[in-house]
């Protein structure tokens, strides 16, 4: 017998699909290998559509047409669920130091991000084989020790290092605690994943987040508890890159140097230990120079997720920075009295303090296309004070009164971002 502990740093939310084809599938071909995929998923709650009889069974179809389409006649009650994506909490045993025995614990997700409190087992039996979740509601997800567990589930082929936000995980062979490949069989017109009964087959996996927390997707819990006015909008929550660019320099003006520009980085350098923080500094040039700086505990984040809130119609932003692997630190941009403006770190969970709100001046998150680039955005606090290099020996921002003045490009990274 033995124990796995939980690590949610190797966790991941993805939407998974079938190969069928055993060709191998390369990401650079991943938009034109559409016809080659069938998504994975299940359901629960509801009645007499796909085929069912095949209910709370993992299935993969339909072939080639991309995500499974869904109308409000899909639904046939209240209770009527579709898990399309699926998170994969992270499991080592204790015994390993080494990463080896990583293991996952598979939970199905709405296409909202919601968790449906159910596990994908694999039943074993010679008379069935089949994936699938229970009827009944499971214990909640990331328990810190499991003891001989027989519902974890092997990605083998995946190299974790290569497991970031975003990252397109092709040819994984999914395998069950027994050690059998899963597989998919047509029956009485449905396509499921067994592991004893039907055609050996490949997994891809396109990785939504990772480090992903298993939680409740309410991001904006605790608004209504603390009574705050402001509700969050993921539909309009965007991550992006930054460039600081000078105001132009008034003709008439003596004396003045060029101004400084570069991109905008989250620099770990400030604080103690225990109690880190970063500083928004300018590079030298329009590239991160060095993402690490001493030791490997304090790194350099150049992309950041801009959480809105929208109250009385007017757009509020907190600032999320993320490392390499698109990971949300648990750190927030946030104007405190006693402090230079930095990235501080959230020990209360409670969101849309007015610390920690920005407003993006000049730029519609509405609007917003991946790709475009918007320009002269102001970044302003809350409490009115606008962003500025605050000290050009350090090319570091601040919302101090004295300061060269100056504006943001924002490079839309992905829209409709969710953590």
């Known amino acids: 017998m033995s124990d796995y502990v939980y690590h949610p740093q190797f966790s991941f939310l993805a939407r998974c699909w079938w190969q069928l084809s055993d060709e191998f599938l390369h990401p650079d071909q991943w938009d034109a290998s559409t016809a ?16 069912d009889h095949w209910y709370r069974y993992l299935r993969a179809e339909p072939e080639g047409s991309g995500p499974l389409r869904l109308e409000p006649g899909n639904f046939t009650s209240s209770s009527h669920v579709y898990g399309e994506l699926f998170w994969f909490g992270a499991y080592v045993s204790g015994s390993d130091r080494t990463g080896a025995t990583l293991r996952y614990e598979m939970r199905p997700y709405d296409r909202n991000w919601k968790p449906l409190n159910r596990i994908v087992h694999s039943n074993s039996s010679t008379l069935s084989g089949y994936a ?25 082929g995946i190299n974790h290092k290569d497991i970031k936000r975003g990252a397109r995980l092709c040819n994984v062979v999914l395998v069950n605690a027994a050690g059998q490949r899963a597989r998919r069989f047509s029956n009485q017109g449905a396509r499921l994943i067994n592991t004893l009964t039907g055609q050996p087959g490949l997994m891809a996996l396109e990785v939504l987040d990772y480090a992903h927390e298993a939680r409740e997707v309410a991001w904006g819990s605790g608004l209504q508890r603390t009574g705050s006015s402001y509700a969050f909008k993921a539909e309009h929550s965007f991550i992006a890159r930054l460039w600081w660019r000078p105001d132009p320099i008034p003709a008439a003006s003596t004396g003045s140097t060029d101004g400084l520009q570069g991109l905008v980085a989250a620099r770990f350098d400030e604080g103690w230990e225990w109690n880190p923080r970063a ?16 030791d490997e505990t304090r790194p350099a984040c150049e992309r950041f997720w801009f959480a809105a809130y929208i109250e009385n119609g007017e757009y509020a932003y907190e ?53 475009a680039t918007v320009t002269n955005v102001k970044l302003r606090h809350s409490s009115g004070r606008v962003m500025k290099l605050a000290d050009r020996s350090e090319r570091r921002l601040g919302t101090e009164e004295l300061g060269d003045e100056g504006s943001l490009a924002v490079q839309v990274v992905e829209t409709s971002a969710r953590f």
Do not use: C
């Not at 998923?41 to 085929?51: Q, S, T």
């Open 36 to 51: 080659k995929l069938a998504p994975m998923w299940l359901h629960y709650g509801g009645a007499a559509i796909h085929n």
């Open 132 to 156: 699938g979740v229970k009827d009944q509601r499971e214990a909640p997800a990331g328990r810190q020790r499991l003891t001989d567990p027989q519902h974890l589930w092997n990605l083998s």
């Open 279 to 294: 500083r928004l500094s300018v590079e030298q040039t329009d590239v991160l120079s060095t993402r690490w700086r001493g």
């Open 319 to 371: 600032i999320w920075p993320l490392d390499e692997r698109g990971r949300r630190l648990n750190f927030t941009l946030r104007k405190q009295q006693g402090w230079t403006t930095s990235l501080a770190q959230r020990w209360q969970s409670d969101r849309a303090k007015a610390d920690f709100l920005w407003h993006l001046d000049g730029l519609d998150p509405v609007a917003l296309q991946v790709g």
